[in-house]
């Protein structure tokens, strides 16, 4: 109990200053009404990939493999200016605009490569480890700014906010009514509850977000405002589910990477929350999944 009260203050915590990043997005509006406040969000994206990228490395270290750490960490530095450049260029020729996405995954396989080809220590298993960690985790925050940049903050808060609440449901109720185990061999401590009450929490999520940053006159970059396009008592509760199934199967792919490396958490930087990948882990399949949905409105 003492454990549960103590992860519950932490995590408010978090999502109070979380809250007040985001409505910085939404103020200090410039006259050409780009939101520089908007930087101090990226910064913290930026700052929490880095991390993410570390507690990977430590990770598959820990299993036993040596990832390319300088073009990851070469990719890392790049990945913010791709992206901002070719959103503002005029012209897109990949589908959805994602087209900074695309030259991204492009280069940042050609620097794998590269360095893989002229560093004679880097063993064939150990290039593929370091292509993994470009698309887990950096990849899935990289489409994060992208989907800040085509659509504003809405689209991104949304998976954020499903996946966030679908964990938390999961987690609280699982514990409170048990019952049988889903995935036993892979996270031991799901249950078949906690699986529905996360869907149920994803679309409490969805309609928080809704409520807060649709309804309220929060300050937000908006762009994309999906209660102007589809019924909002029905879509958010829709695409909440969704999301939270996502998020819950993204929380997996985390417990068998961790098994594979013979690890309890990817970090200890959040405390009893465990590392920064330990909490992104529903969120990062949640966002690929809300960048591939948004390539299917109207909005792309």
């Known amino acids: 109990m003492k454990r549960v009260l103590k992860r519950t203050i932490q995590g408010l915590l978090f999502l109070i200053v979380l809250i007040g990043i985001v409505v910085l997005t939404g103020t200090i509006k ?5 939101y520089y406040g908007q930087y101090f969000f990226d910064a913290l994206l930026l700052i929490i990939m880095a ?12 299993g036993g493999y040596n990832p390319q750490v300088i073009p990851l960490c070469i990719i890392l530095v790049i990945s913010y200016p791709i992206v901002k450049l070719f959103h503002f260029l005029p012209f897109s020729f990949f589908a959805g605009g994602y087209h900074g996405i695309l030259i991204f995954v492009v280069i940042s396989i050609l620097l794998l490569f590269l360095f893989y080809v002229f560093d004679t220590r880097v063993t064939f298993n150990n290039f593929l480890v370091s292509l993994f960690l470009l698309f887990y985790p950096i990849l899935p925050l990289v489409v994060a700014f992208q989907l800040i940049n085509q659509f504003g903050m809405i689209p991104l808060l949304l998976a954020v906010g499903s996946a966030m609440m679908a964990d938390a449901f999961a987690y609280y109720f699982g514990s409170l009514i048990k019952g049988p185990k889903i995935f036993p061999k892979i996270s031991p401590n799901k249950t078949y509850s906690g699986f529905f009450m996360g869907l149920l ?11 807060m940053f649709e309804l309220a006159p929060i300050p937000l970059n908006r762009v994309a405002i999906f209660s102007d396009l589809y019924e909002p008592w029905l879509f958010f509760p829709l695409i909440g589910v969704a999301l939270g199934l996502i998020g819950e199967i993204g929380d997996l792919i985390a417990s068998r990477i961790k098994r594979c490396m013979n690890i309890k958490d990817f970090g200890k930087v959040l405390g009893s929350h465990g590392g920064i990948i330990d909490r992104l882990d529903s969120l990062m399949v949640a966002v690929v999944f809300m960048a591939c949905f948004m390539s299917f409105t109207s909005f792309g």
């Open 30 to 34: 410039s006259t050409n009404d780009n």
């Open 51 to 62: 991390v993410a990228l570390y507690e990977m490395i430590s990770a598959t270290k820990a």
């Open 201 to 211: 929490g994803g679309a409490v999520g969805a309609i928080i977000v809704y409520a």
